[in-house]
C-alpha cells in the first residue's frame, strides 16, 4: 500500500511478470542448452562476433521456442482472475475481461447467454493468437 502498487494496473504488471518470469526462464533454458556450441565456435571462426552470432543465428533458430513461451505467458495474463480481483476490485475501469465477466455473473440476474458471450469473447485473442502462430508453437513446444 505505501508504494502505491494497491489498486493500480502497475502493481498487477508487476505481480504478473514476477509469476511468469520464473516460468519464462525454465523454458527458455531448456531449448537453449539444445542447441549446439559447435553452432557458435562455427560463427566465431566466419568472424561473427557475439552479438553478431545471437542476432543472426541462435535467435533465428530459438523464434518457435520464444514464441510459444511468449504465448504461455500471455494465456497466463490473459486468464489470471485471483491477483486482478485483489488489485483491480475497487476500481471497474481498471477491471480485467475475466474480473468484469466475474463481476457481472455475481451482480444482477444477468441470462447464461451474455455470460456464455463473454465467455466467447474472453477466448478469441488467445484462439486467435494461437491460430496465426500455430507452426511456430508447435515447433517451440517440441524443441525445448
Request: net charge neutral.
Amino acid at each position: 500500500a505505501k508504494m502505491g502498487l494497491s489498486g493500480s494496473l502497475v502493481g498487477l504488471a508487476v505481480v504478473y511478470i514476477a509469476q511468469t518470469v520464473p516460468v519464462s526462464i525454465y523454458m527458455l533454458k531448456n531449448y537453449f542448452v539444445t542447441i549446439p556450441y559447435s553452432i557458435e565456435e562455427a560463427a566465431a571462426i566466419d568472424g561473427a562476433s557475439r552479438l553478431q552470432t545471437v542476432r543472426k543465428i541462435i535467435l533465428p533458430l530459438a523464434l518457435p521456442t520464444l514464441m510459444a513461451t511468449g504465448l504461455y505467458v500471455f494465456m497466463i495474463a490473459w486468464n489470471e482472475f485471483l491477483f486482478a480481483l485483489l488489485f483491480l476490485a475497487a476500481d471497474p475501469g481498471k477491471w480485467t475481461v475475466s474480473l468484469g465477466l466475474q463481476q457481472l455473473a455475481n451482480g444482477i440476474e444477468v441470462s447464461k447467454t451474455v455470460l456464455m458471450a463473454g465467455s466467447v469473447v474472453l477466448t478469441i485473442p488467445v484462439v486467435v493468437l494461437f491460430f496465426a502462430a500455430e507452426k511456430m508453437l508447435t515447433e517451440g513446444l517440441t524443441a525445448g
